[in-house]
């Protein structure tokens, strides 16, 4: 698997972004997303390095779903076009989140509901 791979996988969902397709290409996306959490796990082994402090979370559970909540956006696609992961989360006190998408990729870090503490 590689980048490539989970890009034309993202960009297919985009064009048929049902439920139908995606019954028709669950393995594909299995296998994409399987392929994406071990990336992820050799991202943890990297960041272990540079950051004693840093946490990490394995594959599997950083991911996010790709399903989109339709109860709360009933207007949004049934799936997401990208894969999310949030990395590095002890007790909510941090986070990393990894976004690859086909309209925008990016990573960012951040508190969520800081202390005030300076």
Sequence with gaps: MSFNKLYDFLRDL?????KDWMDDN???YHENRDWFASWIEELNVKLQKVDKDYT????????????????YHPNKPTY???FGAGLDNPNKSGDFYIHIGT????M???????????
């Design 108 to 118: 960012g870090g951040g508190y969520w509901h800081p202390g005030t503490r300076c």
């Design 26 to 28: 669950r393995k594909r």
């Design 103 to 106: 309209n925008e990729s990016f």
């Design 56 to 71: 990490p979370k394995p594959g599997k559970k950083a991911l996010n779903r790709i399903n989109n909540n339709l109860m």
């Design 14 to 18: 985009e064009k048929n972004n049902s």
């Design 80 to 82: 997401k076009n990208h």
